[in-house]
């Protein structure tokens, strides 16, 4: 290939990601636009790119809707307890299933994998008929405990897992280490990278979730954020200026999140043996 097709092919790929990127990147800068117009600039036409006056009030018309400060923090609450959960649950089935051979192991993995494809809404109503028998609607335990299981996390980290040499645990074994120690000082350590991307995973799915926290509480000191955010839509008009106000504290979080994991994120997913 020529140097000019070479420059061509080059300049064509540029374009295209750039052109991805705006796509992508638009809806955000909109939200975050919207975010601070009137409820009259929000939806003039034609659109208002840049607000003319900034209007931070729309941040404190959220309280008048539904308790966000309340709700933001069940959000947290819930998001990082059962992310924290899920990680070490996954991270110990990973273990087993990738480095303690026993008979029927692949078997078991197998089911456990056809999990995935069992739609969440069909496992819904008997887990509600569970936690009603335990006592737990309308509780935070009731909320946290179904996000800590996860057979996904499980094979992402069972992937990377089944990649470290087994004779670092053989090592660890001559030196004598116990299975508990050789999952707690050699095998974590390594799957740092794949954790981390189990984490942003795991907390964004955890932070968005609506119908389960729906279907589970009806107590407004339990109200999530993703469940206040729908009392902002009326049924006959809806603020979309503090509508997406909203939006903007929802995704504060998760962007933090992320901030602080990115630099594992991608280095986890292609550690994970996932193409």
């Known amino acids: 290939m020529t140097n000019n097709a070479m420059r061509i092919k080059n300049l064509a790929t540029h374009l295209l990601l750039i052109i991805a990127s705006v796509i992508l990147v638009f809806p955000f800068l909109w939200m975050l636009s919207g975010a601070f117009k009137d409820s009259l600039e929000v939806v003039q036409m034609p659109p208002v790119w840049i607000p ?17 400060f309340r709700s933001l923090w069940n959000s947290v609450l819930v998001s990082v307890v059962s992310t924290g959960l899920q990680l070490v649950v996954c991270a110990m089935a990973a273990f087993v299933f990738a480095k303690i051979p026993f008979k029927g192991r692949e078997a078991l993995f197998f089911l456990f994998l056809i999990t995935l494809m069992v739609p969440m809404q069909v496992t819904m109503t008997p887990l509600f008929i569970i936690f009603q028998k335990l006592h737990l609607v309308n509780t935070m335990a009731g909320l946290i405990l179904p996000g800590i299981f996860s057979a996904y996390g499980t094979f992402l980290l069972r992937q990377h897992m089944i990649g470290i040499p087994n004779s670092l645990m053989e090592a660890a074994f001559i030196d004598g280490a116990s299975y508990f120690q050789v999952f707690r000082k050699v095998i974590l350590p390594l799957s740092k990278p794949v954790m981390a991307t189990l984490l942003i995973f795991s907390f964004m799915g955890s932070w968005n979730n609506f119908l389960w926290p729906l279907i589970i509480t009806s107590d407004n000191n339990l109200m999530t954020l993703p469940l206040g955010l729908s009392k902002l839509q009326g049924r006959w008009a809806t603020e979309w200026n503090v509508l997406m106000a909203g939006n903007v504290v929802s995704f504060i979080p998760i962007f933090i999140v992320y901030l602080f994991a990115q630099k594992h994120f991608i280095k986890g997913i292609t550690m994970s043996g996932i193409k």
């Open 52 to 68: 003319t006056h900034f209007n931070f009030d729309n941040f404190i018309e959220i309280e008048k809707y539904f308790p966000i």
